[in-house]
Structures are given as C-alpha cells and as structure tokens.
C-alpha cells in the first residue's frame, strides 16, 4: 500500500495500534493526528532504516502517553509496585507510593463526571434489568468515590483542614470504589453468560458476527479479571483483612491491575480493510 504526500497533509483514515505497534488502516471516517500518518508512512514504506523505525515508534508511544488516563494508570502501577516494595515500611518505596497516590488524584480531577453522564445515559437495548441496576449501581458508586476523592486530595494537600474528616470522607470513598468493583464483576459475568449463549447458535458458522462475539467475550474476560483484583486492592486499603492482605499483597494486586489497565488503553484494531 503506498501512502502520498496529500494522504499525510489530509487523513482519510484512522489509523489505530495492537501492542505490537503496528498500524492497521480502519476506516475512512473521522481524521487522526498526522502525526500516526507520518508513523504509518514509515512503517509501509519499502525503504525502513532503523533509524526511521525507531523514530516511528517513538511517535506511537507519544500517542499512547498522550491519554491522560494513560499516565494514569502508568502512574498506578508505580504506585502499587512502590507498596508492594515498601510492605508498609517508612523508606523511600513508601514515599514514591504516598506522592504517586496524591499526584494521580490531580489526573482524576472532575472524571467524576463520566460516571454520572453513564449513569443518567439510556441502558442498551435488550439489557436485561437486573444487569441495567447493577451498571447504573457500578455507575454512582464510582462517581460517588472520584468526587470524595477530590475533598481527599483537597485534605491531603492541605488545602482543607479537617484531617479527621479528611480520613473519613477517604475510607467512605474506598469503599464505594469496592462496591463498584463488585457490581462491575457481576455486570462482567452476567454479560459473558449472555454472550455465551449467543455464541453457541452461531458457533457453526463461525462469521464475522461470531468473531466480534468472540473479541468482545475475551476483553469483558479481562474486565473481569480485573475488577475481581480491585475487589482485593480496595479490601487491602481499607485494612479488612490485614493479616492476609498485607501490604505487599496490595501492591503486588494493584500492579497487576494497573498492567491490565495500561494494556486495555492500548486501542483495538478491527480487521483490516486497505485498498
């Protein structure tokens, strides 16, 4: 496929990335950053250097870091893998954990709004009701939890001066994003079951249909996976079960999730269709 000049100065297609940093043409809709243009232009073209390849996958990992839940969830993982480290012990690990935790309160700054645009949204047709409530629940506990994290932030940062109220409001604030955790796995069980059960009339056939089935299936898999973590992580800050959940348990759960995090952000390429 040979992309021109006038390609690169006006996109006709998006342009998306697996983990493996390749480019995959989409579609020919919205326009992308010319800047994955450019990257895509060295990646077909016939005459690669390695100096052409480094430089294109510098660029996608610019568009990568360029998500600010990204840093995010980037910044989460050092956290977690700073506790895990630490096991609760003063030393530098544990500061790297308490300053990671306060600066990624700054990238959750008004996310809370998400969450209630999600919650007062019209469900998917054909949900059933019990998985309607339990999303909607999942919905205002997790913004419920990123608005008092936000007083949290304001407390930690000195900013309000109640330090008692400050450690209230952020153990209430644990316990809703548990809460969500639980409702988001049960929402993600309830949706294989019923994804299960459509892919065994198409299971012959195997089409296209049953291939996207398939694709979805494996991501709320993941999804599952990782809220069940979270359930664990949010049990290990709340100190419910400190004997066990220790805090290098914590860390180790909550890199984990965070890996998992990082690796969803990473935009799924459909099949290819290039002319």
Wanted: proline letters at 4%; aromatic letters at 8%; hydrophobic letters at 40%.
């Amino acid at each position: 496929m040979h992309v021109t000049k006038q390609a690169l100065i006006k996109p006709s297609a998006n342009i998306y990335f697996r983990p493996s940093w390749k480019f995959e043409v989409i579609s020919s809709s919205a326009h992308f950053p010319t800047l994955a243009h450019f990257c895509f232009s060295i990646l077909w073209s016939n005459k690669m250097s390695t100096l052409d390849v480094a430089r294109a996958e510098l660029a996608l990992a610019v568009l990568y870091l360029n998500k600010a839940e990204a840093r995010d969830k980037i910044c989460r993982a050092i956290q977690y893998g700073s506790k895990f480290v630490s096991n609760g012990e003063p030393g530098t690990a544990q500061n790297v954990d308490k300053s990671t935790s306060l600066a990624r309160k700054v990238f959750r700054l008004f996310k809370f709004i998400n969450d209630l645009h999600g919650l007062i949204s019209p469900p998917v047709k054909g949900t059933p009701l019990p998985l309607i409530l339990l999303g909607k629940s999942k919905n205002a506990l997790l913004s419920t939890f990123l608005f008092l994290d936000q007083i949290v932030w304001l407390g930690r940062s000195g900013i309000y001066k109640n330090a008692e109220r400050t450690q209230l409001i952020a153990k209430i604030s644990l316990y809703c994003w548990m809460g969500s955790s639980v409702c988001t796995t049960l929402v993600e069980i309830g949706e294989i079951g019923r994804l299960s059960a459509s892919m065994k009339k198409l299971e012959k056939d195997k089409n296209e249909e049953y291939r996207a089935k398939l694709k979805n299936s494996n991501e709320r898999s993941l999804s599952l996976i990782k809220a069940a973590i979270d359930i664990v992580v949010a049990a290990g800050l709340l100190q419910l079960s400190p004997k066990k959940i220790t805090p290098r348990v914590t860390g180790a759960f909550g890199f984990t999730s965070s890996l998992i995090s990082c690796y969803q952000l990473l935009p799924a390429a459909p099949k290819s269709k290039t002319g």
